[in-house]
């Protein structure tokens, strides 16, 4: 495997992107290498700047739930296009869109599209603080909800990978307001909310932690938050910017079957393009400007191509077949590792749920808060992410990410992937 191409246009980011990148965990720092340039991708197979060919379990971070240039999608995107990139006026495909999500998810009644996952949290908060009139919000330690200053406060992957706990040029006065739970803790929730009595606008919380590791939720435990959040007036806000559309078409709350007050979504609903969205309760959503108070704005919000890209994508999913498809590939691929899995029982922990799968270096039998994940070994998932890229597999660069599989990997891509595992770790682990 040769990287020449990648590692010339490397340095010459260097010199021009912070860190070489637009994002930090782009960077493969964390995985103490150096990032490859992707020039094309087809279905679960993306190509580097140096022809290497790799299967992709990175998705995008998630969004390319129908693989790497879906056909359908394509053809949206470019008809779209060639009529107008941009009005700034309402546009048919957001009417599209919208009905599409309500349709699907029954806890969301209205919604309005912004530009990123980042976007939609953050607007979201902004109108549970409108709504209930309380400053302070509750999150998850080591649930990551976008980067918006308030919402920097322990948090998942990107800061883990850094090990920065925080980011600096965040106030003290913008985090003051913001606390940081446990996860999977009951107890802690019930005591918080008893505390601030009156003083919590709203919970948020990844309902399936995907952003440090993969933390997996008990039902019990969500349907509590839930009943918490109604008795003490708190809003729920189910951050499924990953998990929407891609645990089943109405997320993890038609998983789970708990509703949140307020969702957010991104990724998948783009279909690879930049979107975001927050929507719920219509009584909620009535205090968005122009109808209410709460004031929310953006130049390319609802631009036609990310809503076309979005259309084509849920058009695929919203029938509800994808779903068990994609069950059946994460089963087969889980089926394939088997052996070697048990091979390395107590010592690599392969995790799934739907299509969302991880691999930690821990002794751990399940992963159940960030204390879990932090007993993983991340230097051996560094020499296993080198050992599965030399065989032609394409993980997430972080033992903080999650892999995503999608209706594009077909048995034989889940088969040679299970045959790096297996060779990748009998490298790593001996
Ligand atoms: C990716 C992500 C975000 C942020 O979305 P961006 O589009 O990157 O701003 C927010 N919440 C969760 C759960 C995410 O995974």
């Keep these: 495997m040769t990287a020449e191409k990648s590692s010339a246009l490397y340095a010459r980011a260097l ?26 991708g087809a279905g679960a197979r993306i190509v580097d700047e140096d022809d290497n060919e790799y299967i992709d379990y990175c998705m995008s971070w998630g969004p390319l739930i129908l693989g790497h240039a879906d056909p359908d999608v394509v053809r949206a995107v470019q008809a779209t296009a060639a009529h107008g990139t941009s009005f700034g006026t309402p546009h048919r495909f957001e009417v599209e869109l919208a009905a599409l999500i309500t349709g699907s998810f029954a806890g969301i009644e209205k919604i309005r599209f912004v530009n990123s996952g980042t976007e939609a ?4 908060i902004r109108l549970a603080r409108g709504f209930t009139g309380r400053d302070k919000f509750i999150k998850f330690d080591g649930c990551y909800h976008g980067h918006a200053d308030h919402l920097l406060v322990a948090a998942g992957s990107g800061l883990a990978t850094l090990g920065t706990p925080d980011s600096a040029g965040v106030t003290a006065a913008n985090a003051g307001d913001t606390i940081v739970l446990p996860f999977n803790d009951l107890g802690c929730v019930e005591a918080c ?8 606008a709203a919970l948020i919380m990844e309902p399936v932690p995907c952003n440090y590791g993969l933390i997996m939720p008990s039902t019990d435990y969500l349907r509590g938050v839930r009943e918490l959040c109604t008795r003490h007036g708190v809003l ?40 975001g969205a927050y929507g719920g309760r219509a009584d909620i959503m009535a205090l968005v400007a122009p109808d209410g108070p709460v004031y929310q704005a953006g130049t390319l919000s609802g631009n036609p191509l990310a809503m076309a890209a979005g259309i084509a994508t849920l058009a695929k999913l919203v029938p509800g077949a994808a779903y068990a498809e994609l069950r059946g590939k994460a089963d087969f691929l ?3 590792l088997r ?13 799934q749920i739907g299509s969302i799968f991880s691999f930690c270096f821990t002794d751990l039998e399940r992963v159940s808060c960030v204390d879990d994940i932090r007993t993983g070994d991340m230097r051996r998932f560094a020499r296993f992410h080198r050992a599965m890229l030399e065989r032609g597999v394409y993980l997430a660069p972080s033992g903080y990410e999650v892999g995503f599989i999608s209706t594009a990997h077909t048995e034989d891509d889940l088969l040679r992937t299970a045959e790096a595992v297996q060779q990748s770790l009998a490298a790593v682990l001996g």
């Design 334 to 336: 889980r089926d394939a």
């Design 236 to 275: 729920l806000i189910f951050d499924e910017v990953i998990t929407g559309f891609r645990l089943s078409a109405g997320g993890a709350q038609k998983y789970f079957d708990v509703r949140a007050d307020l969702t957010t979504l991104g990724k998948i609903i783009g279909g690879g393009l930049p979107v």
């Design 339 to 351: 052996p070697c899995l048990d091979t390395y029982r107590g010592r690599c922990l392969f995790q």
């Design 121 to 124: 949290v953050m607007s979201a």
């Design 15 to 40: 010199q021009l992107l912070p860190g070489g990148v637009d994002s930090p965990v782009r960077a493969f720092r964390s995985v103490g290498a150096e990032p490859l340039f992707m020039k094309r």
């Design 193 to 200: 909310l008893r505390q601030h009595a009156g003083q919590a």
